[in-house]
């Protein structure tokens, strides 16, 4: 008797184990789709991670495997050894790595089906939701849960349904629930009579009082060349209608007719490309050199770390990278940190490889995204992934190299939900397994990377001048304090004189002006004057950021909303005032101060779709948009010509966060967003609003002094037990009951102290002390680089088996947070 152990899309920390069927036994294998009934009802889509003959030693018997779905497995075969690794390292479960690895379109679960019984007579009146709930079954017998919501209209529909089992009005089963649907177009066809000459002839002398149906046909014959079968090919019912000018009910005569024949063909959702290729730009002389020097460190080390300044054509040297492995027949994976970037970069790439670029991230639909698996799967061609984090986990089939851009980006780490990987640490990972070499790009790399690089761990290329000898902008700063002391800026306004004079000078001689505030929304808070009143959220330990648009509080952690008071709830005064100001106020200022501008923002407010993101890209490059407001999301990568001033309008900000990295953070960001500035042939200026014009980080921005950033922060991380001198593991505990969160949060940090002495530190409360309803503390484990992480793991399990012992332990939700940002 065979067994398959396999992984759920749970967050559970072991495999489960079935039997597999006597007629599948050849058929399954690892890396195989099986529906495995888990609990009481349901059905799951578990991936086999192990077929073996070993009796499981369990009181109750084993279940079988209820069906396999592919007749060949849906992972290759390093994958399967990437998700172990990735739940190894990240401490999570295998399930948690599954549910973020596959496309939801790929896991079919079960779904609650609800059945009419038609038998059914009522012995008194039914309440209003349950005769909704049966009126809902008018024509049909059988729906579903989520069907019944959405034609009742009713939220909460379960207690509805438990009412009308118990009346016998209903019955419910599980049935599974497919989410990959694919796409079908109707394509048209000579009529199987009418394909030899003579008969054409005959259906035209049919057609000669019908003039438009006969035009119609003419059109159709022009278009497929269905009389010539070497130049034949299938036409679509929209295309002919398009190129014939013709309406739907004219195409339906001739189908009634039988003389034209309408099918269906399942074809792709992604959009081939049509673009001629051009040919690769020739590098300069020192993009040359540093392109000579990757692939002379590539003979000695996996990783090469190339810090090129802003505009100094990093992106091309990964052109020509891409190139050479492509042409050894080996696949590449192009990492960004945005979605926003994607945008820009897919023209460029499409140009260059066409048909060879394929593009992922999160914005896909669900059968989008099954599509390109299904590519990448079932296809052995030499193709260039370019993504966003979740692409690592892609099917690839030779991975010749793996291109982290913009590697600095805190955005490659993975918060919410598990697992939290660092999509730059784990890119090196799954590139080790397939044997490619790694490359990673920066004008401002992380400490880490530069520590590793310059330690001789990874490679090291410096590019050090902007292409074409283009100079790097002029920073100037603008003291906000002293402007203010001597009245020549108005308190409530966002902007100094100098840097509404550079704005006005850009737009003069028709240039363009990038604006920078990390904070979106109109106001991060509203107070009351009289009483002090501050709105906060009733979930979480925040304040409401104010968004004027909507007139609505937003909480940006949980995304608890209610509407503005029009005066304080709690002493009805009507002096609300705003304190701070988010992306909604500098756009409503920016409209007062230049209303002959077009104005743009870029936040997650006004970018929720791929298409907002690609108009609102798409409008500033082509100059119909002069003047763009936005949060990071514009400090990464962004390539605009015609940008000549760029405006920092609160460095302090930045800087002023009780975290170890906020210097390493501002700098990164401040540069970044200055390097938006000339990028061609002129010279670019950043104003840069602060109160500290004299602090250390605002001075080297200015001087462009990364290693004087790196220099001073690494002197304070060795001193002080931070990475890259150690390794940090965070754990987060979260409880309702904030008394016993305090208590268990401190026995656990003795017991482990007990095993790893000083190593440990708390546990402590972070700045934000309850998030969604749960109160959090922390305990830190800050440990020495060298160490291995599996016998922390060990220990880490073994003392978590000890806290169970702890009746009060189940109130604690605890998760680990691995290198964390």
């Not at 990093?314 to 050479?324: F, L, P, R, S």
């Not at 002069?626 to 999301?633: A, E, K, P, S």
Request: charged share 25%; glycine share 6%.
């Amino acid at each position: 008797m065979k067994f398959a152990d396999v992984i759920l899309p749970l967050p559970l920390e072991q495999k489960y184990t079935y039997r597999i069927p006597p007629d599948l036994e050849k058929a399954v294998v690892p890396g195989s789709r099986v529906i495995v009934h888990f609990g009481r009802k349901r059905y799951y889509t578990a991936i086999v991670l192990e077929i073996h003959t070993r009796q499981p030693d369990l009181a109750y018997e084993t279940k079988e495997i209820f069906a396999l779905l592919d007749p060949t497995p849906i992972l290759r075969r390093p994958q399967l050894r990437f998700w172990q690794w990735v739940s190894s390292y990240y401490l999570c479960a295998l399930g948690d790595v599954y549910k973020a690895a596959l496309p939801s379109g790929l896991k079919l679960e079960s779904e609650t089906a609800v059945t009419y019984n038609e038998d059914f007579e009522a012995d008194a009146p039914l309440r209003p939701n349950e005769q909704s709930v049966l009126d809902a079954f008018a024509g049909v017998i059988k729906l579903t849960v989520s069907e019944l919501e959405r034609k009742t209209g009713l939220r909460n529909i379960m207690p509805v349904i438990t009412s009308l089992i118990s009346k016998g009005a209903v019955m419910v089963s599980e049935e599974l629930k497919k989410k990959f649907v694919p796409k079908k177009q109707a394509f048209i066809r000579l009529g199987a009579d009418y394909k030899e000459e003579e008969r054409l002839k005959a259906a035209f002398d049919e057609l000669k009082r019908a003039k438009k149906q006969e035009m119609l046909l003419i059109a159709f014959l022009e278009l497929s060349h269905a009389l010539h079968p070497t130049l034949a090919k299938e036409i679509s019912r929209k295309e002919l209608l398009a190129y014939s000018h013709s309406s739907p009910a004219l195409l339906d005569g001739l189908i009634k007719r039988g003389i034209l024949e309408s099918y269906e063909k399942e074809v792709g959702r992604l959009q081939a490309s049509v673009t001629k290729l051009q040919p690769l730009s020739t590098l300069s002389k020192k993009q040359e050199l540093a392109y000579d020097a990757i692939h002379q460190c590539f003979k000695e080390k996996d990783v090469c770390l190339l810090y090129g300044v802003t505009s100094s054509g990093k992106t091309e040297i990964y052109v020509h990278m891409i190139k050479d492995a492509l042409a050894l027949g080996r696949q590449v994976l192009y990492l960004l940190p945005e979605i926003a970037i994607t945008t820009q970069i897919t023209e460029r790439l499409a140009r260059l490889f066409g048909d060879k670029l394929v593009v992922y991230h999160s914005k896909f639909t669900d059968n989008e995204r099954v599509e390109i698996w299904n590519r990448l799967l079932h296809n052995k061609e030499p193709i260039v992934v370019l993504g966003v984090r979740s692409s690592l986990f892609l099917p690839f089939h030779d991975l010749g190299l793996v291109i982290v851009d913009e590697e600095h980006e805190p955005s490659y780490k993975q918060q919410e939900p598990a697992p939290r990987y660092h999509a730059r640490n784990a890119a090196m990972v799954l590139a080790g397994m397939h044997s490619a070499k790694t490359l990673l790009g920066s004008a401002t790399p992380s400490i880490d990377s530069y520590f590793n690089a310059t330690t001789g761990k990874y490679g090291l290329v410096e590019l050090g001048e902007r292409y074409g000898d283009c100079q790097m902008p002029d920073i100037l700063t603008a003291d906000l304090k002293e402007l203010r002391r001597k009245k020549m800026m108005p308190k409530e306004s966002l902007f100094s004189p100098l840097l509404i004079q550079q704005i006005e000078t850009a737009l003069d001689k028709g240039e363009q002006a990038i604006l920078f505030q990390n904070r979106r929304g109109f106001a991060p808070q509203i107070e009351c004057k009289d009483c002090g009143w501050v709105p906060h959220c009733e979930h979480c330990d925040v304040s409401l950021t104010y968004h004027k648009f909507r007139n609505v509080l937003v909480c940006h952690y949980c995304g608890f909303t209610q509407y503005a008071p029009s005066e304080c709830p709690a002493c009805k005064g009507k002096d609300l005032r705003m304190l701070g100001f988010g992306t909604e106020k500098v756009e409503e200022e920016v409209s007062a101060l230049f209303p002959a501008a077009n104005v743009e923002r870029l936040d997650t407010d006004t970018a929720r779709t791929r298409s907002a993101y690609e108009r609102i890209l798409g409008d500033f490059e082509k100059g119909k948009t002069q003047i763009l407001i936005g949060t990071q999301m514009i400090s990464k990568g962004l390539d605009f010509g015609n940008v000549s001033v760029v405006g920092i309008l609160n460095a302090d900000n930045l800087m002023n966060f009780p975290d170890f990295r906020a210097h390493e953070r501002a700098f990164q960001l401040m540069l970044q967003v200055s390097g938006r500035a000339g990028r061609r042939d002129k010279q670019g200026t950043v104003v840069l609003q602060t109160t500290q014009p004299e602090h250390p980080i605002i001075q080297m921005v200015q001087q462009n002094d990364y290693k004087g950033m790196v220099d001073l922060q690494q002197a304070e991380r060795s001193m002080f037990r931070y990475p890259p001198y150690y390794r940090l593991i965070v754990m987060v505990l979260r409880s309702r009951n904030e008394q016993v969160l305090r208590e268990l949060s401190t026995l656990y940090a003795d017991k482990l102290r007990a095993y790893l002495g000083e190593r440990v530190l708390g546990p402590v409360t972070p700045v934000i002390t309850r998030i969604q309803t749960l109160h959090i503390r922390q305990i830190v484990l800050k440990l020495e680089v060298t160490a291995a992480i599996a016998p922390v793991r060990e220990l880490l399990a073994k003392v978590h088996k000890e806290m169970e012992d702890q009746p009060a332990f189940r109130q604690l939700i605890l998760h680990y947070d691995v290198d964390p940002l």
